[in-house]
Each structure stands twice: as structure tokens, then as C-alpha cells.
């Protein structure tokens, strides 16, 4: 009679190590997705919330190729207008269109500024944020966070095509 009784213990601390275990690789490969996502977005971001004492101008779309966009940069400031500049192309940008820019410090690159701007530069964690609810709802059984995460980065996902 005892010795079934430890069997069973046995099975109840392995199967605590091996579900402890399955926490920590799933919730690792969460935070991973997560951090990916606003490392990836940071990059344009920060130029976006961060545009104070950067230069902010208008930029005019002359054409597309290969996923940038080249054109016509005018600076707010006493800067001249300038050739050259160019930006990264996404689905809304056509040849002739107008948007408001911030220059990316010490290169010829532009981000787009405003609402527009903001939302498009966090589309990486909006992606995560999907990717992140199946390991939190599959792996981590934790279905109303794995919900909250999925319709937070689909809500941002749909801002993001209304406003471009």
C-alpha cells in the first residue's frame, strides 16, 4: 500500500517539474516576441515621439522603387529644399503625394510624422503582440491574457490601415 503511495508523489513532483519547465520555455519565448517587436519598432519610433530638436519638414513623392521612395524634401526651418531624401514605401504612398517628415539624424532618410506616422512605426509589436497571444494562450494556457494580447495588437494592426 505505501508503495503506490509514493509512486504517485513521484508523478505529482515530475509532473510539477516538467509543467514549471513548459511555463518557463513558453513565457521566455513570449517576452522574447514582445522585446523583438518594440526593438523592431523602436527604430522608427523613436523618431517619430522623440522629433523634438530634430528637423522636421514636407516631403513630396517623385517615385517608388524597390520598397523606398525618393522625392522632394522641404525643411520648416531655414534649410533649402533638397533632392535625395527618401522613404521607406508603404501601401498609401503614391508618386505626387505630400505627408509631413522628420529626418532620421545624420542621414538622408524620413519618417513619416503624425498619428499616421506613430501607429505605422509600432506595426512590429503589433505583429508580436499576434504571435505573443497563441504562446500565451497555447503554451501558457493563460487564454484571457493570449485574448487581451491579440486584440490589442489586431486593434493596432486595423488603426494602422485606416490611417495610412
Avoid at 506595426?123 to 503582440?129: N, Q
Amino acid at each position: 500500500m505505501k508503495r503506490k503511495k509514493r509512486v504517485k508523489q513521484e508523478q505529482g513532483s515530475s509532473h510539477r517539474v516538467l509543467s514549471f519547465g513548459r511555463w518557463a520555455v513558453m513565457g521566455g519565448v513570449a517576452v522574447l516576441l514582445l522585446v523583438a517587436g518594440v526593438w523592431s519598432s523602436w527604430g522608427a519610433a523613436q523618431h517619430v515621439m522623440l522629433a523634438k530638436g530634430r528637423e522636421h519638414g514636407t516631403f513630396t513623392v517623385t517615385g517608388c522603387a524597390d520598397g523606398i521612395c525618393a522625392g522632394r524634401y522641404e525643411s520648416e526651418g531655414p534649410a533649402a529644399p533638397r533632392g535625395g531624401m527618401s522613404i521607406e514605401q508603404s501601401v498609401a504612398v503614391k508618386k505626387g503625394e505630400r505627408f509631413r517628415v522628420v529626418v532620421k539624424p545624420g542621414t538622408n532618410e524620413l519618417v513619416r510624422t503624425g498619428t499616421a506616422g506613430l501607429l505605422y512605426a509600432w506595426v512590429p509589436l503589433g505583429g508580436a503582440l499576434l504571435l505573443a497571444s497563441a504562446v500565451i494562450g497555447g503554451g501558457l494556457r493563460l487564454t484571457r491574457v493570449a485574448w487581451g494580447a491579440a486584440l490589442a495588437g489586431g486593434a493596432l494592426l486595423l488603426a494602422v490601415f485606416f490611417a495610412l
